[in-house]
């Protein structure tokens, strides 16, 4: 790579790392990709990967903003032009982030949302959508846990971002067999839990997660976290493929002196 692209990809990390938020941060990456030449911004997500891929702290942080972005909604367009871009310059990094893991003969698992049940009012009758998005939105528990088991992902997306859910709520409901996509897709665009490890760990071991998301947030986990994925059953194939590939980046897990065998 060019010093000039690696210098925009240490002027890139340090202006994600500057913003304080989760989201602002997946906001701005996502702005830069949509601005820049896709030559330029391909070249410079290489080396922010391949720096993450070797444990850089700052570059692993940004490749959480990274991964926000490009798993959020109206991104197709950037990933694909991407995705061209890493094939023929031959970006291997940017490409094991961002390739479309190979389908599995297996479907994926999950529930239609036609077939899952509407919570009710406690009396038996069943909640409009406007009701429950509403619901959604009010700190009382006994109805959160209730409609934490809503087939609708835009009750869910309210849910997120009430401040009365916790997060064993969320690793419940993305660890949930069988998952819903569309549910588990908008916990993995929520930047303020797909950050937590237990969070993204349930997302990944969960067969209903959209794989392409699973795949980019398997470029986020450690060694360790890699390693369970891989010999996981019960993960489909793909995802367990896109994690050798990583293992196989990251450097050795390096143990302290006290706990080496002698």
């Given at each position: ?9 240490a002027g890139l990390v340090r202006a994600v790392l500057s913003l304080g938020d989760g989201g602002l941060r997946a906001e701005y990456v996502a702005s830069v990709a949509r601005s820049w030449e896709v030559g330029a911004l391909a070249a ?149 839990w797909v950050h937590r490890p237990r969070v993204r760990m349930a997302l990944v071991m969960n067969p209903a997660t959209p794989l392409e998301m699973a795949a980019r947030i398997v470029g986020l986990l450690l060694r360790p976290e890699l ?36």
């Amino acid at each position: 790579m060019a010093s000039a692209d690696r210098a925009r990809a240490a002027g890139l990390v340090r202006a994600v790392l500057s913003l304080g938020d989760g989201g602002l941060r997946a906001e701005y990456v996502a702005s830069v990709a949509r601005s820049w030449e896709v030559g330029a911004l391909a070249a410079v997500l290489d080396e922010v990967c391949e720096r993450a891929e070797q444990a850089s702290p700052q570059a692993r942080e940004a490749l959480l903003a990274v991964v926000d972005a490009l798993n959020a909604e109206g991104m197709d367009e950037v990933l694909h032009r991407l995705r061209e871009e890493a094939a023929g310059a031959s970006l291997l990094a940017l490409d094991r982030l961002i390739r479309p893991p190979a389908k599995s003969g297996r479907p994926a698992a999950g529930t239609p949302t036609s077939r899952a049940k509407v919570p009710d009012d406690g009396k038996g009758r069943p909640l409009t959508l406007g009701e429950r998005k509403s619901l959604a939105r009010r700190p009382d528990r006994e109805t959160m846990q209730r409609l934490l088991a809503d087939p609708h992902p835009a009750v869910i997306h309210r849910l997120l971002r009430n401040p009365r859910v916790l997060e064993d709520d969320i690793v419940r409901l993305a660890a949930k067999r069988p998952g819903r996509s569309d549910v588990l897709a908008e916990i993995a665009r929520s930047t303020k839990w797909v950050h937590r490890p237990r969070v993204r760990m349930a997302l990944v071991m969960n067969p209903a997660t959209p794989l392409e998301m699973a795949a980019r947030i398997v470029g986020l986990l450690l060694r360790p976290e890699l390693e369970l994925v891989a010999g996981s059953p019960a993960v489909p194939a793909p995802v367990r493929a896109v994690c050798l590939e990583h293992l196989e980046r990251r450097p050795p897990v390096q143990k302290r002196e006290d706990e080496r065998v002698h």
